[in-house]
Nanobody, 127 residues
Framework: QVQLVESGGGLVQAGASLRLSCAAS????????MGWFRQAPGKEREFVAT????????YYADSVKGRFTISRDNAKNTMYLQMNNLKAEDTARYYC????????????????????WGQGTQVTVSS
C-alpha cells in the first residue's frame, strides 16, 4: 500500500494562500487516483478535491471551486493543493488519500473509496 505524508499547512490570515503537498511512497504513484479531504473539529471529514491518475480529470467541492487547485506530478510522486483566498471556514485538518484504480479517468469523492490516508496537516485561517 502507498504511504502518504502531507505538509504545507499553517496559520494564515483570511485572503492568504497556502500550498499543501502530499508525498507518496511505496507503490507506483501513477496507478492511484488521489484526493484531498478536510475535517474541522466536531465535524465529519469532507471531500475537497480529487484528481485522476493522469491528472487529466479533476473535481472540486462547491465550497472551494474557483479558489483551490489540485494537481499532481507523477515524476515526483507528489500531489498538491493550491489554496487561494482562504476563508475562516477553510480551517481544518487536511488529509490526502489514495486509491488504486485501473482506469486513468477515475475520480472519487467518497471517503470510503480511498484505501490509504496520510496523517493530515493543519490549516488555520484567522479572520
Amino acid at each position: 500500500q502507498v504511504q502518504l505524508v502531507e505538509s504545507g499547512g499553517g496559520l494564515v490570515q483570511a485572503g492568504a494562500s497556502l500550498r499543501l503537498s502530499c508525498a507518496a511512497s511505496g507503490r507506483t504513484f501513477s496507478n492511484y487516483a488521489m484526493g484531498w479531504f478536510r475535517q474541522a473539529p466536531g465535524k465529519e471529514r469532507e471531500f475537497v478535491a480529487t484528481i485522476s491518475r493522469s491528472a487529466g480529470i479533476t473535481y472540486y467541492a462547491d465550497s472551494v471551486k474557483g479558489r483551490f487547485t489540485i494537481s499532481r506530478d507523477n515524476a515526483k510522486n507528489t500531489m498538491y493543493l493550491q489554496m487561494n483566498n482562504l476563508k475562516a471556514e477553510d480551517t481544518a485538518r487536511y488529509y490526502c488519500a489514495s486509491t488504486p484504480t485501473p482506469r486513468g479517468t477515475d475520480i472519487y469523492t467518497q471517503t470510503n473509496a480511498y484505501a490509504a490516508w496520510g496523517q493530515g496537516t493543519q490549516v488555520t485561517v484567522s479572520s
